[in-house]
């Protein structure tokens, strides 16, 4: 949610801002009606209640000749029966002003955050600029195979008995997969725990309403959720940690030196995905559920910027330590999530593909999400409340890095080498075989 003056004081940097985030040339045409028609509605009011005003002190006047000069409490009369007319009018422009602020304040929720002023302009990711790369994509003296045929030939991954299950989009892990999964979460929970400085949550995966609003998934994305109720309570099931992690302070201030809070989560995610049909359609890239470690900051403003580069160092680290080739992209303004400020995607290479993915997406999302969902701080023990910084990012997405860990280090028998930094969580588990130093998932002969 955006500060009211955007609606109230600078609809043209409202209007530009928009532009950049390419969004509906209707809404913002609904927006300047309606913030012309808020304008137009306060300055006929307050022009009315002030002409109330100076004839309520005439009307006094008169009121106190009348004593000495009865003729003139026919004025008097007369003014007052004028001024009751001018209430009429006031109250009537006042509940009309109210309608049209409950409609700003509807289409608030829907209007996506402003993009920093860093942020390149573009309507697609063709205009996201290439930060930096790290690594070299491995060459193989064979056509690599991508992770369906990999997983399924080493009997990790079952996307048909699956589908039997749950339908399209769910996936089955097996054996050693399972374990390479679980061990990849454990990971990064450990790292961004005790190199990182996060506290780690088990937050709820079902949520309320409110929650969903604080984080800017509803009201607009309603349909891209999965939801669930029982008699008369409505929950809805995480898109991802970064909905119930930033929500732990809502409605609250946080007293001085509380900030910075640093938060990271492992959840299950699930997403309808609605739209995509038709895009990754095959494998574990798009799924309706996939598992994901999240990271949350709550910052003070002035320091969110330098928090987020922090944040995309954090989650390049994991990408480091696990020895895969990734680039870093900062994304265009048309191309960021609805409640991003600014944004930078980690895209790691998939050499089936031959190409980035991404693998995860860290967001300043500045005090829009904080607006919502009412998370201030005070830097002084008597100081004015203000509203906190929120960031968010993937440290990482689990799925899309089993995913790179098994095209990136695959023979050409299809067997996969697992990362050195994995096989302390490993050693030991079964479907992992040694091969000297080497710690290896083996396909069937």
Known sequence: MLDARFFQEDSAELEKALQRRNADPALIQRLNELAKSRKHLIQRT???????????????????????????????????????????????????????????????????????????????????????????SPTFEFEPKDHIALGERLGVLDFERASKLSGARFALYFGAGAALERALIQFMLDLHTREHGYQEVIPPFLVNRDTMTGTGQLPKFEQDLFKTGV?????????????PLTNIFSNEILEPGRLPVYFTAYSPCFRSEAGSYG?????????????????????????????????????????????????????????????????????????????????????????????????????????????????????????????????????KEGNIQIPKVLHRYLEGAPGFSRRGAELWILAKS
């Not at 008699?231 to 909905?243: G, I, N, S, Y």
């Open 46 to 136: 307050e022009t009315l209640k002030a002409q109330r005003n100076k004839a309520s002190q005439e009307i006094a006047q008169l009121k106190a000749k009348a004593k000495s000069n009865p003729s003139v409490a026919t004025e008097a009369e007369r003014r007052i029966s004028e001024m009751k007319e001018v209430g009429d009018q006031i109250k009537a422009l006042d509940t009309e002003l109210a309608q049209v602020e409950d409609q700003l304040s509807y289409e608030s929720y829907r209007i996506p955050n402003i993009p920093h002023s860093s942020v390149p302009d573009g309507i697609s990711s063709a205009a996201n600029v290439e930060v930096r790369k790290w690594g070299s």
């Open 231 to 243: 008699e008369e309570r409505e929950l809805f099931l995480v898109p991802t940690a970064e909905v």
């Open 279 to 411: 895009k990754d359609t095959r494998g574990l890239i798009r799924q309706h559920q996939f598992q994901k470690v999240e990271l949350v900051k709550f910052v003070e403003p002035e320091k969110s910027y330098d928090e987020l580069e922090a944040m995309v160092k954090n989650a390049e680290r994991v990408l480091q330590l696990l020895e895969l080739p990734y680039r870093v992209m900062l994304l265009c303004s048309g191309d960021m999530g609805f409640g991003a400020a600014k944004t930078y995607d980690l895209e790691v290479w998939l050499p089936a593909q031959r190409a980035y993915r991404e693998i995860s997406s860290c967001s300043n999302c500045e005090d829009f999400q904080a607006r919502r969902a009412k998370i201030r701080f005070r830097q002084e023990a008597q100081g004015k409340p203000r509203f906190a910084h929120t960031l968010n990012g993937s440290g990482l997405a689990a799925g899309r890095t089993f995913i790179a860990i098994l095209e990136n280090f695959q023979d």
